[in-house]
């Protein structure tokens, strides 16, 4: 089936650092691929989406290129702030073609603190 | 507003009490899934719905159950909840099943069985 990894965490960073979080996914297809940010207490709010090979999905500074050739997504954003502490969340959504078409599969979550 | 709520928030009960966790959302949204959170494992679907008394299993069904007798509404049912069920649950719905635009998320309840 489908899945999705995220590099392990927590990451913790000073304020302006440079962030990268790894996400790596196995599916069939041409899923949909989407970062998800919980702040504390919160549900899942979308970050950033791509839909196929080559987009790059940007939001908040924060910017993900849907790479085909090496099944991966990940995160970076240049300048980190504190109130971008959060837990981050990758996840595909499974093409059409099957019984979970439209299933969103997420990763482990990473946890991100920054400090002032 | 476009939302999806949930309720309660907080439960803290016994071991074979059933619950009900209430979920709506106010954007005619046709798909609506119900996620479990645990730290390391990321969000599992329980049971989602595509559309009203269409339902069908997730990951993890096992020990729950949902109907989705209006468009907006979709409870989620723990009829003899166990401890391993303790966990923080989401709701959340979309356009259709095969949107590629966003899933809305409720706000979570965090559910602690004793």
């Known amino acids: 089936g489908n899945s999705v990894t995220q590099m392990e965490g927590p990451v913790t960073l000073s304020e302006e650092a440079f962030l990268t979080i790894n996400c790596t996914y196995t599916a069939t297809g041409y899923p949909s691929l989407f970062w998800y940010v919980q702040y504390p207490g919160e549900g899942l709010q979308l970050l950033l989406k791509?839909?196929?090979?080559?987009d790059k999905g940007s939001n908040k500074g924060f910017e993900a290129t849907y790479r085909k050739e090496t099944t991966s997504f990940h995160l970076e954003k240049g300048s980190v702030q504190v109130s971008d502490s959060a837990v981050y969340f990758c996840a595909l959504r499974t093409p059409p073609g099957g019984t979970s078409y439209g299933k969103l599969t997420f990763g482990q979550g990473t946890i991100l603190t920054v400090h002032p | 507003e476009a939302q999806v709520t949930q309720n309660p928030r907080y439960l803290i009960t016994v071991t074979g009490k059933k619950l009900t966790v209430t979920c709506s959302q106010n954007m005619n949204h046709e798909y609506m899934s119900w996620y479990r959170q645990d730290p390391g494992l990321g969000l599992r679907q329980i049971y989602y719905s595509m559309n009203v008394e269409v339902t069908d299993k997730g990951d993890v069904p096992e020990g729950y159950k949902v109907s989705r007798k209006e468009k907006r509404n979709f409870p989620l049912i723990l009829e003899s909840p166990s401890p391993n069920q303790t966990s923080l649950y989401f709701c959340?719905?979309?356009?259709?099943?095969?949107?590629?635009?966003?899933?809305?998320f409720g706000p979570g309840t965090r559910l602690t069985v004793l």
């Open positions: 791509a839909t196929k090979a080559d």
């Open positions: 959340a719905s979309s356009l259709s099943r095969g949107s590629v635009n966003e899933q809305f």
